[in-house]
C-alpha cells in the first residue's frame, strides 16, 4: 500500500499563490515601464529624425536658392563684362576725340584771332558805313577772346556771325541816320547804303547830298539832278516807297588791298 500523500496547507498555498500573482504583477508592470520609455524614445527618435528632416528640406531649399543666385550671378557678371569691355572701347574713342579737340582748340585760337584781324583790316579799308557798329563789333570780339571762361566754339561762333554780318552788307540796301565827319566837321545826315557799290548821303534839310568815291578816299558832293532820285531811294529803303528803278552814279570797281 502506498503512503498517503501529505497535502501543503490552505493557508501556504493561498500565500504561494499571492506572492506569485505580485511577482508577475511586478514583472508586467517593469514590462510595460519598459515599453512605454521604448516608446517615448522611439517618439522622441522620431521627432529628431523629422527635425533632421526639416532642417534637411529648408537646407536644400536654400541650397537650391543660393545655386540658382549664383546662376544669375554669373549671367550678371558676364553682362558686366561685355559692358566693361564696351565701355574700354567708348572710353579709348572718347579719349582719341579729346585729344584731337584739344590739338584742334590750339589750332583754331589763333585761326579765331587770324580772322578778327582781317575782320577789322577789312572794315577799315571798306566803304565807311556804320562805322560805329562796326567798330564796336570788332572789339567785343577782341574782349571776348581775352575771357578764358567762354569755349572756344562760343568763340568761333561769335567771329563767324559777324563774317555773315559783313557777308549780308553786300546783298541789301539800307537807310539810316548817323553822323557824317568831313574833315573837321561832322553832321547828322541820312545815309543810303547800297550793298558795297554805293554808299550816299543827303543832310536832313536835303540841300546838300553826295556819295563816297572810291578812287580818292572821301566824300563827293552830288549834282541837283540826283537830289530827287536819292530822296526816293532812300524812301524805298526805308520801306515808305514800292520799289522802282532808281538812277544814281556807281563807282566803278576797283582792286583794293
Do not use: C
Request: charged share 30%.
Amino acid at each position: 500500500m502506498r503512503p498517503p500523500q501529505v497535502l501543503p496547507p490552505i493557508g501556504s498555498l493561498l500565500l504561494f499563490l499571492v506572492v506569485t500573482v505580485a511577482h508577475a504583477q511586478d514583472q508586467v508592470r517593469q514590462a510595460m515601464d519598459v515599453q512605454t520609455r521604448s516608446l517615448e524614445a522611439s517618439a522622441e527618435v522620431q521627432r529628431r529624425i523629422d527635425a533632421l528632416d526639416d532642417q534637411t528640406r529648408d537646407a536644400l531649399n536654400e541650397y537650391r536658392q543660393t545655386m540658382a543666385q549664383v546662376t544669375d550671378l554669373a549671367a550678371y557678371n558676364d553682362q558686366l563684362q561685355g559692358l566693361v569691355s564696351t565701355q574700354r572701347v567708348e572710353l579709348a574713342e572718347f579719349e582719341r576725340k579729346f585729344n584731337e579737340i584739344e590739338v584742334t582748340k590750339r589750332r583754331i585760337l589763333p585761326l579765331i584771332v587770324r580772322m578778327i584781324e582781317v575782320l577789322e583790316e577789312f572794315v577799315s579799308i571798306d566803304i565807311p558805313f556804320l562805322e560805329s557798329e562796326r567798330s564796336q563789333r570788332i572789339v567785343a570780339l577782341r574782349q571776348l577772346m581775352e575771357r578764358p571762361e567762354v569755349p572756344t566754339s562760343e568763340k568761333y561762333r561769335r567771329i563767324s556771325e559777324a563774317y555773315q554780318i559783313e557777308l549780308e552788307y553786300g546783298h541789301t540796301i539800307e537807310a539810316y541816320e548817323g553822323e557824317l565827319t568831313d574833315g573837321a566837321e561832322t553832321r547828322t545826315v541820312n545815309f543810303l547804303r547800297f550793298g558795297r557799290l554805293g554808299l550816299y548821303y543827303m543832310t536832313l534839310d536835303g540841300l546838300e547830298i553826295g556819295h563816297w568815291d572810291n578812287t580818292v578816299d572821301r566824300w563827293v558832293e552830288l549834282g541837283d539832278e540826283y537830289r530827287q532820285p536819292l530822296d526816293r531811294a532812300i524812301r524805298i529803303a526805308r520801306k515808305q516807297l514800292p520799289p522802282d528803278l532808281i538812277r544814281l552814279p556807281v563807282p566803278a570797281p576797283e582792286s583794293r588791298s
